[in-house]
């Protein structure tokens, strides 16, 4: 409570700070960028209407009062297909367009970010959206995560698989800067925990979609289990691809992968078989969940995923 409280204090400091940049305008600029085209593009979109409900819902409130002063809000977001430099440009156009906050979905992008948004001058808030504990240790003063951690996520992934017989794992995850820590210090837990790391084999998620390559070099080694994932819709074709060469092992998924989206691509849960991943917001006995589901569905028309609702919740404590 008090990590969140100081959170909700730097935030309301921050606006505050920054807000000489809207002081003639009615509205507060807030931008996104993400890859909202390619293999990733599902996972941008996804976090895009989480936080596009959001505003909408504070604008139809009335927007929020900044030193007696009204405002609302206007969402504005650029494709940046997960590449850092785009990213950065992006990030200096939509300053450029007097955004005091972007949201950002991948660490490989969120990185670069957290080099310029503390210029003089120039400041924005980055809104992250990445489960690296990297996160917490970069000392950015203009920095929100928005979600939790991986590392809880990892060892209960490691115990489960344990305890299923499960001792030979062959790791086929993303590459980029969240792919790379996350097989990192799995490979620590796993080796610590008793179990074998077979093959190491990353891909990347963000702009391929033949996954052939990494997953023959990772089966010919006869893992029990693989560790994979990405944004769903690649992590799907990987499943996909893994059977059709012949695996019948089990799954373990980093938590940027949804089971319950992945499930929808692949028309059920056969070919994901014995896979071990993380719940989806309606299946979490939140009493929220069932409303925002309603709501959401309604108005986009398509399944809630964690990257919906963590930045829809993102925007509403930025505001």
Sequence with gaps: MKKWKLLVCLVAMSIFS??????????????????????????????????????????????????????TFKLERLDDRAD????????????????????????????????INEEKGNEFIVMAYTSTPKLEDLGNSLLVGTTVTFMPYLHTYADWALKKGWKKC???????????????????????KGGIIT??????????????????AAIATN??????????????????QARSMGFKGGFMMIDQAKQDYMAKLLGGTQQMGNLIGTGGVVSVPMPGASTFEKKFVEQYKKMVTWECALNYTGMHALA
């Excluded at 289990?225 to 992590?235: H, Q």
């Design 223 to 240: 893992p029990d289990v693989m560790l994979i994932g990405g944004p769903s819709a690649t992590t799907a074709l990987v499943v996909e």
């Design 199 to 216: 093959a190491d084999k990353p891909a990347n998620y963000y702009t391929e979609t033949d996954f052939s390559a990494p997953l023959a």
């Design 18 to 71: 920054l807000s000489a940049g809207v002081s003639l305008a009615d509205e507060i600029v807030v931008g996104f960028s993400g890859p909202l085209s390619g293999p990733a593009a599902e996972y941008g979109q996804d976090i895009v209407s989480g936080i596009d409900m959001a505003v909408k819902e504070l604008n139809a409130d009335g927007g929020i009062t900044v030193a007696g002063k009204k405002y």
């Design 170 to 192: 062959a790791m086929v995850t993303t590459l980029g800067a969240y792919g790379d820590e996350n097989r990192a210090v799995f490979r620590e837990v796993w080796t610590k």
């Design 84 to 115: 850092p430099v785009q990213a950065v440009n992006n990030a200096r156009r939509l300053k450029g367009g007097k955004a005091i906050a972007v949201f950002n979905g991948v660490f490989t992008t969120i990185a670069p970010l957290l080099k």
